[in-house]
């Protein structure tokens, strides 16, 4: 039997790769999506990836996204696993945001998981069976001073998960979200150190989460064995929206 294909977005980044090698650790075959901009360093990132397919596409522009992702949904019989996890942040306060800042944001963070998911998603019903994992986070639970741009976009995801779920829940696809906390990225690595510092303060569990914590919980609502759990979202925060 062949082995199931799952398919991650944003899966050259810290979280993504993580969870991508996971994936495959568990006997999946998996492709991840980087951006066009990552192109130039493809040696090192087959050598982070190894044994996983990898592809670039900007995912905010929709007519390229959906031409990668139909063209890649038609081999081997299609996807049984997407985790929607291309994420970007462009923080600025509300009142200096500007247009461009709220829309690259809801261009990657939102609208790509349309593009993506709905050739996956009609493959997955058709066929009776998918797991879809969209990577949200603890700011689109409690919100964060400098994100309105992002905390609407995981805000906005966790609302899709939850109307794909209904549509999927009579095919055995199921949908769910998980909001991480803060992890250790180069995205946390950007942070002011004493805004940062001030954040680890409130964090419950006193640090930050590793990316492997967070592909963990990815790779168990990804299992056959979670068919039960859908239009969940679990968050991974070390206790900080618990403080919130
Ligand atoms: N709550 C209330 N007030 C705050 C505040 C907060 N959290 N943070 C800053 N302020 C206040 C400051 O005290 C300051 O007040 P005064 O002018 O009265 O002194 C004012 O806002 C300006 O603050 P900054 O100097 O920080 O303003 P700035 O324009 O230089 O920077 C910012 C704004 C870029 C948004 C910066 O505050 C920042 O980087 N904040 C962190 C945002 C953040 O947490 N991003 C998460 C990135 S990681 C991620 O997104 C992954 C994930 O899913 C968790």
Not at 3 to 9: K, Q
Not at 55 to 61: E, G, K, M, S, T
Not at 200 to 217: F, N, S, T
Request: glycine letters at 12%; charged letters at 15%; one cysteine or more.
């Amino acid at each position: 039997m062949s082995r199931r294909r799952a398919l991650v977005t944003g899966g050259t980044g810290a979280i993504g790769a993580e969870i991508a090698r996971q994936l495959r650790d568990d006997g999946m075959a998996v492709t991840v999506i980087g951006h066009p901009s990552e192109q130039p360093g493809l040696a090192e990132l087959r050598s982070r990836l190894e044994a996983v397919e990898i592809a670039f596409c900007d995912l905010a522009d929709g007519e390229a996204a959906s031409q990668l992702v139909c063209a890649l949904e038609q081999q081997d019989g299609g996807y049984a696993v997407l985790v929607n996890a291309a994420g970007i942040t462009r923080d600025a306060r509300f009142a200096r945001m500007s247009p461009s800042q709220w829309r690259e944001v809801i261009g990657t963070n939102l609208d790509a998981a349309f593009y993506v998911t709905q050739p996956l998603f009609t493959g997955m019903c058709a066929r009776g069976y998918g797991r879809i994992v969209n990577i949200a986070s603890v700011n689109g639970q409690k919100g964060q001073f400098g994100q309105a741009n992002y905390s609407a976009a995981k805000a906005g995801l966790h609302g899709f998960s939850m109307a794909l779920a209904q549509e999927g829940a009579g095919q055995g696809v199921t949908v769910n979200t998980v909001s991480p906390g803060y992890v250790e990225t180069p995205m946390t690595a950007a942070i002011r150190p004493e805004l940062l510092a001030k954040i680890r303060a409130q964090i419950p569990l006193g640090r930050l989460a590793l990316p492997a914590e967070i592909a963990r919980v990815v790779v168990f609502l990804c299992a056959e064995q979670a068919g039960y759990i859908t239009g969940a979202n679990i968050p991974v925060n070390g206790g900080l929206f618990m403080s919130a």
